[in-house]
Antibody, heavy 116, light 110 residues
Framework: EVQLVESGGGLIQPGGSLRLSCAAS????????MSWVRQAPGKGLEWVSV???????DYADSVKGRFTISRDNSKNTVYFQVTSLRDEDTAVYYC??????????WGQGTLVTVSS | EIVLTQSPATLSLSPGERATLSCRAS??????LAWYQHKPGQAPRLLIY???NRATGIPARFSGSGSGTDFTLTISSLEPEDFAVYYC????????????FGPGTKVDIK
């Protein structure tokens, strides 16, 4: 059974950093594209980053230079290092497995709250 | 950067009625478009990929159509569990790469 479990969210002050984790089971992350998507309170979904099966990465302009996606193949886990956090980064962060032109499996999300 | 526009913002319908949701792209995305259903407190659910292919386990009352810049998600007969927010998402593989979402259409009970 395919499963994605996120962790690492929490309350953090502006300018702070966190590392989000997405532990996968039932498939191999290194054979798939994996994305992070977030939803701020009362807002819609926002795609923020992807790591391709080959290991290259892409980011939305809103997080480029501040956030870094990576993976550990031995742990079958995807990470999202979020730094220089701002109030507007407050959101539920989801990881998702990409399939063709859609994301077919999602985690339940981890909440990041940026506040002083 | 490709921008997606969804209409209407809110659709008020009764169970059993047909729902037609629109997604328009600012430039062609070919068939690189997906539709999702999202309910509060839950993860988004993939409904349609490649513009018109139903994802695994999705009921036949959901259908997608379109290509280029204009896309439609149709729910042929609304069930009580279909009241939710629906998002389209595009995949742009040429710089700048973006997998952007539309702003969403809320389908609520009339």
């Amino acid at each position: 059974e395919v499963q994605l479990v996120e962790s690492g969210g929490g309350l953090i002050q502006p300018g702070g950093s966190l590392r989000l984790s997405c532990a996968a089971s039932g498939f191999t992350v290194s054979s798939n594209y994996m994305s992070w998507v977030r939803q701020a309170p009362g807002k819609g979904l926002e795609w923020v980053s992807v790591i391709y099966s080959g290991g290259t990465t892409d980011y939305a302009d809103s997080v480029k230079g501040r956030f870094t996606i990576s993976r550990d193949n031995s742990k079958n886990t995807v990470y999202f290092q979020v730094t220089s956090l701002r109030d507007e980064d407050t959101a539920v962060y989801y990881c998702a497995r990409e399939h063709r032109t859609g994301a077919d499996y999602w985690g339940q999300g981890t909440l990041v709250t940026v506040s002083s | 950067e490709i921008v997606l526009t969804q209409s209407p913002a809110t659709l008020s319908l009764s169970p059993g009625e047909r729902a037609t949701l629109s997604c328009r792209a600012s430039q062609s995305v070919s068939s690189f478009l997906a539709w999702y259903q999202h309910k509060p407190g839950q993860a988004p659910r993939l409904l349609i990929y490649d513009a018109s292919n139903r994802a695994t386990g999705i009921p036949a009352r959901f259908s997608g159509s379109g290509s280029g810049t204009d896309f439609t998600l149709t729910i042929s007969s609304l069930e009580p569990e279909d009241f939710a927010v629906y998002y389209c998402q595009q995949r742009s593989n040429w710089p700048p790469v973006s997998f952007t979402f539309g702003p969403g259409t809320k389908v609520d009970i009339k």
